[in-house]
């Protein structure tokens, strides 16, 4: 498995932009599928965005696409969440996941982050 540590969260207005990345440690990072789940206070967590393991692929939930974009660098085993336009609702706590498989938008991941908070303030 592969340990995962997720940065780059903090507070922005609305409209503004926040990228956070996601270092992960171990030999096989190039195997896995990577994602961004997020949650918000009484909510379930859920899907933001996937990259496959070579980086070749890339899905979006629909309230992010255009806004969001995911891409890694498997040579500085890293994933990166680049958020423009942010808005209120992306208010949530952002988490780094790992799959040793392909993408899927369910919390079906081997691996987990501890999280890093996003506070969008209007």
């Known amino acids: 498995q592969v340990q995962l540590v997720e940065s780059g969260g903090g507070l922005v207005q609305a409209g503004g932009s926040l990228r956070l990345s996601c270092a992960a440690s171990g030999r096989t990072f190039s195997s896995y599928a990577m994602a961004w789940f997020r949650q918000a206070p009484g909510k379930e967590r859920e899907f933001v965005a996937g990259?496959?393991?070579?980086?070749?692929?890339?899905y979006y939930a629909d309230s992010v696409k255009g806004r969001f974009t995911i891409s890694r660098d498997n040579a500085k085993k890293t994933v990166f969440l680049q958020m423009n336009s942010l808005k209120p609702e992306d208010t949530a706590v952002y988490y780094c996941?790992?799959?040793?498989?392909?993408?899927?938008?369910?919390?079906?991941?081997?691996?987990w982050g501890q999280g890093t908070q996003v506070t969008v303030s209007s």
């Open positions: 996941a790992a799959r040793r498989s392909w993408v899927v938008p369910t919390a079906e991941y081997d691996s």
């Open positions: 990259i496959s393991s070579r980086g070749s692929s890339t």
